[in-house]
């Protein structure tokens, strides 16, 4: 009787390792050896303590993904090598996780532009459904979608469909869209922005504003007009003489405001780096609160609701 031929075992790059965890889970992990080199890619997968019916079943079905990802990483290795791996992570990014990373980078952004990276992402990640590719990778980017993407931010709609985009929210969705795209390129993950392969004219233009202005005889017949709020009516009369908006007016403070060398001639340094030669009567008049105190903020006690209710009462 010949003897039993021994069974030759391949030795697979790709091994799926656990960790015990203090919580009493498991984490899994995979252990990467190819030609001499070794890594460990974490899954973000866990087992839980197997307790009933319901948790063994989600112990199989998370096992079962970590195979298909093990299997995925093998093809992966013999196709690219272990030492481009990273590139080969990189490029599966899909856009819409590329954005999720993109609006979780947060630092020292306003309340407002993190409201407006969300409400870009909304829109990718709507356009991704619109056109049936919700997995699209980030370097399936290109100019064609670039300009689907405009179009669509052009006739999108939100609030269960009431509402549509103006023209200067499409501008500032696109802008961001492009930052996002060239946030990439300085990452690594894309060779060029598409973005900017875009003509002028196919991106969303800044609409000129038709503005009307006050003749002087208006303007003084409005300070010889009663206003119930007194502030409102200073706010307003030094915004005519010095063009200032009225975000920028209200953050206004008197360390702003100079006098110059001939001890006449008051101006303002304002953060927009404009120059405004100001009359020492209006500083005084329109800046002063009613009770004569220069407090820090010109117009500190000016709030939005006594502006937007009297305003146009007064005017």
């Known amino acids: 009787m010949g003897r039993k031929k021994k069974e030759i075992k391949f030795k697979e790059p790709v091994r799926i390792r656990e960790k015990n965890l203090l919580d009493g889970s498991i984490s899994l992990y995979l252990d990467i050896y190819y030609r001499g080199n070794r890594k460990k890619e974490g899954l973000k997968l866990y087992l839980v303590p197997e307790i009933n019916a319901a948790t063994k079943l989600q112990n199989a079905n998370t096992r079962k993904l970590a195979e298909q990802i093990k299997a995925q990483r093998i093809l992966d290795i013999q196709k ?33 532009s993190k409201r407006s990276k969300r409400n870009v992402q909304a829109r990718v990640e709507q356009y991704l459904s619109h056109i049936g590719k919700p997995d699209l990778s980030l370097k399936e980017v290109d100019k064609e979608f670039c300009k689907g993407f405009i179009a669509f931010l052009k006739t999108c709609t939100f609030n269960d469909g009431k509402k549509t985009l103006s023209c200067t929210t499409c501008r500032i969705f696109v802008n961001r869209f492009g930052s996002a795209l060239a946030k990439a390129v300085r990452e690594g993950l894309i060779e060029h922005n598409p973005f900017t392969l875009l003509e002028a004219k196919e991106k969303p233009q800044k609409l000129v504003a038709d503005r009307e202005f006050l003749t002087i005889e208006e303007v003084k017949r409005v300070m ?39 001890g006449k001639t008051e101006y303002i340094d304002h953060v927009q780096i404009k120059w405004l030669v100001l009359h020492h009567h209006l500083v005084r008049h329109a800046c002063r609160h009613d009770d004569g105190e220069e407090c820090r903020q010109c117009h500190a006690h000016l709030k939005n609701p006594p502006v937007t209710t009297n305003y146009f009462k007064w005017v």
């Open 80 to 112: 690219e090598g272990l030492v481009d791996w990273e590139k080969v992570k990189k490029s599966r990014l899909t856009l819409s996780a590329w954005f999720g990373q993109y609006v979780e980078d947060n630092a020292e952004l306003s309340e407002s």
């Open 224 to 262: 010889n007009t009663p206003c119930r709020y007194e502030i409102v009516k200073k706010a307003f009369l030094f915004s005519c003489f010095t063009g200032l908006r009225y975000s920028d007016m209200k953050a206004l403070n008197w360390s702003e405001i100079h006098s110059a060398a001939d």
